[in-house]
């Protein structure tokens, strides 16, 4: 099983990158429940996502706007 981070959506593409900076194209049509970006999205051995990673996901997106949060209170 890989995971794979949804960097963009493009002209139809999911396009995901993985840890160690693998980038996967996916058709969104070809995924059969809501992705964006920021999705962490679960492969197995199949070329389409089975699911995704809601808790990393959220983990994820919650120490990004720490971080942005961050930034524009050292800023005042």
Known sequence: ?????????????????????KVHKVPVASI?????EGDILVFGDEENP???????SNLRRSH???KLNALFEREK
């Open 64 to 66: 990004a706007q720490q």
């Open 1 to 21: 099983m890989k995971e794979y981070t949804v960097d963009r959506i493009e002209n139809g593409i999911v396009v995901c990158i993985s840890d160690d900076d």
């Open 32 to 36: 059969p429940f809501a992705v964006s």
């Open 50 to 56: 089975t699911g995704k990673n809601e808790a990393k």
